[in-house]
């Protein structure tokens, strides 16, 4: 029986994207997925900079978010590639480290908590993909024919248990898209990071050198939209876009959608019920394709 | 040696930060630098030492200052973390005349002011050299890079990346969501647990978090 989820929204979808966490709450609900809040969350902390700020404290900041699904008896579900790699490799970490684990525990004891590996972290993609496709199926009123949609998994997303499975939540994502209805677009440069991280460092490197190839390939391959993911992602794609237009000169105009607005669009919502209208780059052309108002 | 510093210790109490005993003839020393002179005094009057040199290093958000005292052929460094938002420390000169020259070179390299030198004329810079050229003084700054700046604010004062907005709380409402998740944005319980995590991790220290401006230093 399904018990379901410790929802763990993130920081960027909880201030950032309403209509991720709209889209999101709307599919799980339609699917009949049960899930409940997490309450009392920080940052998951992010890996990339509190990770190599201090190692240590990002093991025991992620292990307290973790201890508060332990505490609902619930796993963990993200909807951010960020969040995912984050709680899952400090949850198996732990779990395989008694060492790790007793010097956590050590530091969370000071604020009255306790990690003790009890519960899994999934991503959002995995828990649809396991609820069933054929579920999904049933469930779409607006199939997305003739939508040309490109996937990018995103870099985190690859996080895996065993190395050879890398690529295992990529093909579901795919396999997600192809329900809708919607045509699955190949492109060259699937497996290229959206150039977020590197923002931070160098922006030539994360815009000219990255996104803007990432960018090239997709159109080139003739998509409409880009599938991701991650909010972060979602967010180096949209507003990335706008810098390569103002630094680089460099057109696109390619809409971003998140895999639950895409999902939720093909179970018949509304626009403005999962806020598709908030968009940076306005999903007008699919809406078109597809026959939707409002 | 061993006895000296465990006397340091007893005498000093709180103003001796951290002890490492690099091997048995040389000692670091981290002190608390309004008790430098003190510390200072008494390795020199009661211990013998001598002061070999003084070096200086530019650590990006505080300099460092490292007081080389030698004990017959041991060694004590004591070590001063100076701000750079306010690169003051009380001269020892007075004590030690010995240290004026090195002061006053000191002074003139990073820019950092000995309080009551008795003589802080330049002494490696031209008599006519500019206020505030000190040609080994870096700028102020961190570990955390300019775009990444808020996010890590963000953390520390809220215990999330970004601030919800006016703006983003709004479009919450709109499309049926509570205002906020009851994260640590919104719990001063939990908001209290991070912090105190990251205070014992003394991370805001690691990336010079200022907490009554709630901001970084640089």
């Known amino acids: ?294 | 040696m061993k006895e000296i510093i465990e006397e340091l210790k007893g005498k000093f109490k709180e103003a001796v930060h951290e002890v490492q005993e690099v091997k048995e003839t040389r000692f670091i020393v981290r002190v608390d630098p309004s008790q430098l002179k003190e510390i200072a005094r008494w390795l020199f009057d009661e211990k013998s030492a001598r002061l070999t040199t003084i070096s200086a290093v530019d650590l990006g958000m505080d300099f460092e200052l490292i007081y080389h005292m030698a004990i017959g052929r041991s060694y004590v460094n004591l070590k001063v973390k100076i701000p750079k938002e306010k690169p003051t420390v009380e001269s020892i000169t007075p004590i030690i005349p010995g240290a004026g020259m090195i002061e006053r070179e000191v002074r003139d390299m990073f820019g950092i002011e000995f309080e009551g030198h008795p003589d802080p004329r330049h002494i490696s810079l031209p008599f006519e050299a500019p206020e505030g050229f000190n040609p080994l003084k870096g700028p102020m700054r961190g570990p955390v890079t300019e775009t990444q700046k808020p996010g890590i604010e963000g953390v520390l004062t809220t215990g999330l990346r970004f601030p919800l907005t006016f703006a983003a709380k709004r479009q919450r409402v709109k499309l049926g969501l509570p205002e906020a998740v009851k994260c640590t944005a919104v719990d001063e319980a939990s908001l209290n647990e991070v912090r105190r995590l990251m205070q014992d991790f003394k991370f805001d220290e690691k990336v010079g978090f200022d907490w009554k401006r709630k901001k970084l230093r640089y």
């Open chain 1, 1 to 294: 029986m399904l018990t379901g989820y410790a929802m763990f929204w993130s920081c960027w979808i909880e201030t950032r994207f309403p209509n991720i966490e709209a889209s999101t709450r709307k599919v799980l609900e339609k699917l009949g997925i049960p899930y409940r809040d997490m309450e009392g969350t920080s940052c998951c902390p992010e890996p990339f900079y509190t990770g190599l700020l201090d190692r240590e404290l990002w093991l025991t900041m992620a292990a307290r978010n973790l201890s508060i699904a332990e505490g609902m008896g619930l796993p963990v579900l993200t909807m951010c590639n960020g969040c995912y790699e984050t709680l899952f490799e400090a949850n198996e970490h732990l779990k395989e480290n008694p060492e790790a684990k007793e010097r956590v525990n050590k530091e969370l004891s000071k604020i009255g908590r306790r990690f003790q590996g009890t519960i899994e972290v999934k991503h959002l993609i995995e828990a649809l993909y396991e609820h069933g496709l054929d579920r999904i199926r049933q469930a779409v009123v607006k199939p997305l024919t003739g939508v040309k949609i490109a996937v990018h998994p995103g870099c985190h997303l690859y996080r895996s248990k065993k190395p050879e499975d890398w690529y295992v939540k990529a093909q579901m994502f795919k396999e997600l898209v192809a329900v809708t209805g919607a045509e699955l677009v190949d492109y060259k440069l699937e497996r290229l990071c959206c150039g977020f991280p590197q923002r931070s460092f160098d922006e030539e490197l994360s815009l000219k050198e990255t996104l803007n190839l990432k960018l090239s390939s997709i159109v080139e391959a003739g998509a409409d939209v880009v599938a991701v993911a991650c909010p972060t992602c979602y967010l180096q794609f949209e507003v990335g876009q706008a810098d390569l237009k103002s630094k680089l000169g460099a057109e696109y105009n390619l809409p971003v959608i998140y895999i639950a607005e895409l999902i939720a669009l093909a179970f018949g919502y509304k626009p403005g019920e999962i806020g598709l209208d908030i968009h940076r780059i306005p999903l007008t052309k699919i809406l078109e394709k597809v026959g939707v108002t409002g």
